[in-house]
């Protein structure tokens, strides 16, 4: 009888964490809607607004980002926001970018799928990341996290809720099948083989100014990536997890989005079941190895794996002169850090690369930041810049290296041969 007294025990506990499990999923969902609704009546459309919203999906699925960003830039809630700046950012490099670019473009879009399987893939995928680096969902009054503020910051910048509503649960699978269009994946690189790349867990070992090698753990063999900043959060010797996909340029494979540092437990033990990885991570929070909330980031950039702020706070001389300059955060003051960042490359390229390799990624994710290339043309193009320009380009990888040799071209006197 003690024994199945236990035995009952157990029982009600599991079908009691179902129920809860259950309820957190309605839970989500609710919450979801909810906040789309709240979302829509504090940014209404007009009708006009509405018509050019539309026409910006349709351009962006059929992989036009000059018609996106042009319907975009008419629709007031997309006004600063980081998809006007990526399609401006697409729409001046659609010319020479490289297909990982576009490929890279396929999952932003695959992310803000609207269709009603969507939602039911993103309850799951937000459900799933708030107990594996948040914690148990919180009521509001609690004291804790404001469910709505923590939904809106994990659907817009979590790591573990992209991966999980892209990969795992199958969010870029189904935008392939459904909702892309032929011409956008014709311009991106070996998409199809994206959607059921592995997590993996990574130990960095070093980099040059245009490869960055790691060591995958779990089957020990050294694994080379083009250097687009990769390593820009990661020390030598340090560890990190994410997806290794197909390109058709540079070392063959890259990381779909900048690897997440973890601690080395975390990445062996993601390489060694990588099926269970969020498990791994649900694991190492729970035990304080990992921080609450480790995995959300400010950014998930398209054509560079730094952070805007490491390259903007390398365009000054010191912590403080930067901290200053960085409050202005507006568009034009971007695009002025860039060109000063630019101006100091040109100017003491020697010395730059007497430094060390880190700071090649960082030059090219400034250089290739929306408007900065037409005002270097205004300012650093001129025939005694051409030698530095083509210098450049040895030590940057595609699209900056490309962007520098026309720069370095139209440095050349008229007349000149090419």
Not at 4 to 23: F, I, L, M, P, Q
Not at 181 to 197: E, F, H, N, T
Not at 342 to 351: G, I, K, M, S, T
Not at 403 to 413: G, V
Request: aromatic share 6%; proline share 6%.
């Amino acid at each position: 009888m003690p024994k199945s007294r236990n035995r009952e025990k157990r029982n009600r506990s599991h079908a009691e964490r179902r129920r809860a499990r259950e309820r957190r999923d309605r839970a989500g969902r609710r919450l979801a809607a909810e906040t789309a609704e709240e979302f829509r009546a504090a940014h209404p459309l007009t009708a006009e607004e509405h018509r050019h919203f539309v026409l910006t999906a349709a351009a962006e699925a059929a992989g036009d980002a000059e018609r996106a960003w042009l319907h975009c830039s008419l629709v007031g809630r997309f006004a600063g926001t980081e998809r006007e700046r990526r399609l401006r950012q697409l729409a001046d490099l659609t010319p020479t970018a490289p297909g990982w670019v576009w490929s890279r473009w396929v999952l932003e879009q695959a992310c803000r799928d609207v269709s009603d399987a969507a939602h039911e893939r993103q309850a799951w995928a937000v459900d799933g990341t708030v107990r594996a680096a948040y914690g148990e969902w919180l009521r509001p009054g609690d004291g804790g996290i404001d469910p709505l503020a923590l939904l809106l910051e994990i659907l817009a910048r979590d790591w573990v809720y992209r991966q999980l509503f892209l990969y795992d649960g199958g969010g870029l699978r189904h935008f392939l099948d459904t909702g892309a269009r032929a011409p956008l994946l014709a311009r991106s690189d070996r998409i199809d083989g994206w959607s059921g790349a592995p997590m993996g867990g990574y130990r960095l070992l070093g980099e040059s100014a245009t490869r960055v090698v790691f060591r995958d753990l779990e089957t020990r063999e050294d694994v080379e990536v083009p250097n687009i900043g990769t390593a820009s959060e990661l020390c030598p010797g340090e560890h990190s997890i994410g997806r290794l996909v197909p390109i058709s340029t540079e070392s063959g494979l890259m990381f779909e989005s900048a690897p997440m540092p973890v601690p080395g437990s975390v990445a062996r033990a993601v390489a060694a079941a990588p099926d269970h990885w969020l498990d791994s991570i649900g694991v190492a929070c729970r035990a304080d190895q990992l921080p609450s909330g480790f995995s959300r980031r400010l950014h998930h950039p398209l054509v560079t794996d730094v952070p805007m702020l490491a390259w903007r706070f390398a365009a000054y001389p010191s912590t403080e002169e930067a901290v200053a300059a960085i409050a202005g955060t507006g568009a034009q003051r971007i695009v002025d850090d860039a060109v000063r960042l630019c101006r100091l490359a040109l100017l003491r390229l020697e010395e730059l690369h007497r430094g060390g390799d880190a700071a090649w990624p960082l030059l090219g994710a400034a250089l290739l930041e929306p408007g900065v290339v037409r005002a270097v043309r205004g300012e650093l193009v001129a025939p005694e810049y051409a030698a530095a320009w083509a210098r450049l380009a040895d030590l940057l990888v595609e699209p900056a290296r490309g962007t520098c040799l026309r720069l370095a071209e139209e440095c050349r006197p008229w007349g000149d041969a090419a």
